[in-house]
């Protein structure tokens, strides 16, 4: 009896320490095992989220998983901004942040469902996007014509914006200030309804990205009055910069980062960063990059990230708190 026993307890020994090994063994699996989801802020078919999906397409090789695009839109980026930031720190759960998010959001909101500083942590830069100001067909060809025109008479033209405190708010009223005019400004939910009013002419000009605002150039809807790089983009190389028009002070983009909740490990984050490095330099990628008219900010370290995200945030949050812009 006492023998058998002796045996059980062996049996109950041997399976224990190998539920054991094998649980260890589980959880030793390396990053990633499973699928992960790249939160997108905003629409489906958006600019933002065609390069995410594109980003995300040249990741899921390097890493052996699937990496899936989720959109979680709403409150200019706010909703999925906070999903990301209130997900588990594993790096299954990531986000595709832009200047609007992680830039604009802290400073024209009182307040946020989360702490940038403390539930964020940047994993990547990816892109630099060069804005460009759209002008309706009615409005004078040149920047220097509209200027002039509305000097002499303000709040005669209005402007378009994604809403109140959104990144092309906030570079309109850059641009307003450095060139002395007063127009009137016309918040919209999204960049797409805007630019269908200006196609329409019932707003004066639009900042946005190229690729946003090509589609009315090319109709005969709009024209390009200026282009926020330093040099003149490869996809609208006949645009010409606001700096070779007597504009060089006014410097008008937007950028793409990958990023991670708060308390993810930095193993984690380095192995993310390090995949990142290598879809950037993909054919595929790069050609959308040059499709939008970008450049790549990569590939750079998860800290190079974070200073970049937080001098931003440095250089225009006081700025948009002493203009008193808000969000609605």
Same mark, same amino acid.
């Given at each position: 009896m006492k023998t058998l026993k002796f045996i059980r307890h062996l049996h109950?020994?041997?399976?224990?320490?190998l539920f054991s090994v094998l649980s260890i063994t589980v959880t030793a699996q390396p990053f990633p095992n499973k699928p992960i989801n790249l939160v997108v802020a905003y629409p489906a078919g958006s600019s933002t989220d065609t390069l995410a999906r594109e980003l995300a397409q040249a990741l899921t090789p390097i890493l052996g998983q699937s990496v899936l695009v989720v959109n979680r839109a /709403? @409150?200019?980026?706010?909703?999925g901004t906070d999903a990301v930031a209130r997900a588990a720190?594993?790096?299954? $759960? *990531?986000g595709w942040g832009t200047s609007s998010q992680l830039?604009?959001?802290p400073g024209v909101y009182k307040s946020l469902p989360f702490d940038i500083n403390k539930d964020i942590a940047q994993v990547a830069l990816v892109i630099k996007i060069p804005l460009a100001l759209a002008a309706a067909s009615r409005v004078p060809l040149t920047l220097k014509e509209f200027v002039v025109q509305a000097k002499a008479t303000p709040k005669k033209f209005n402007y378009g914006s994604a809403g109140s405190g959104s990144v092309s708010h906030v570079m309109?009223?850059?641009?307003?200030?450095?060139a002395g005019i007063d127009v009137v400004h016309v918040p919209y939910k /999204? @960049?797409?309804p805007a630019l269908v009013d200006l196609a329409g002419g019932q707003v004066d000009?639009?900042?946005? $990205? *190229?690729i946003a605002i090509g589609p009315f150039v090319d109709q005969g809807r709009a024209h390009i009055l200026g282009v926020g790089g330093d040099t003149r983009s490869a996809s609208r190389?006949?645009?010409p910069t606001f700096a070779e028009q007597g504009f060089g002070e006014f410097s008008a983009y937007s950028w793409g980062s990958v990023f991670a909740p708060g308390k993810t490990s930095s193993a984690v984050i380095e192995r993310l960063n390090q995949a990142i490095a290598v879809a950037m330099q993909t054919p595929a990628f790069k050609a959308r990059v040059a499709q939008v008219g970008g450049e790549l900010l990569g590939p750079d370290t998860a800290q190079a990230a974070t200073v970049f995200a937080e001098r931003e945030r440095d250089r225009w949050i006081p700025f948009i708190r002493k203009s008193g812009i808000v969000a609605e």
């Open positions: 109950f020994v041997f399976y224990f320490i /709403g @409150a200019g980026g706010v909703t720190p594993d790096g299954y $759960t *990531l830039v604009m959001n309109s009223e850059v641009f307003l200030r450095q /999204g @960049a797409a000009f639009v900042i946005d $990205t *190229l190389p006949q645009a």
